[in-house]
Nanobody
């Protein structure tokens, strides 16, 4: 079973910053692409950012120049650094690993951007 453990969500003010963390098993971390999705009630989950085992990254247009996805190979952890946060960024954020063509999900962590 794939285990993805997320942390770092919370309440922040507009313009603030937050860093999400996703700890994965070593085998998953070194083998498969990793990413972050987000979802609000009544809407489809959308891809926010992804990163391959080789370090290639991809971002949604809505978060380019504000969010950064990165990897810590020593800790088997993927991060999402979120800067200049806006109320529209409010969502449940999910860590994912693409394993043999299927997404595997973490439990999700709530991010709320409000004054």
């Amino acid at each position: 079973q794939v285990q993805l453990v997320e942390s770092g969500g919370g309440l922040v003010q507009p313009g603030g910053s937050l860093r999400l963390s996703c700890a994965a098993s070593r085998m998953i971390f070194i083998t498969y692409p990793m990413g972050w999705y987000r979802q609000t009630p009544g809407k489809q989950r959308e891809l926010v950012a992804s990163i391959t085992s080789g370090g290639n990254t991809n971002y949604a247009d809505s978060v380019k120049d504000r969010f950064t996805i990165s990897r810590d190979n020593a800790k088997n952890t993927v991060y999402l650094q979120m800067n200049s946060l806006k109320p529209k960024d409010t969502a449940v954020y999910y860590c994912t690993a693409e394993v043999r063509g299927l997404n595997r999900w973490g439990q999700g962590t709530q991010v709320t951007v409000s004054s």
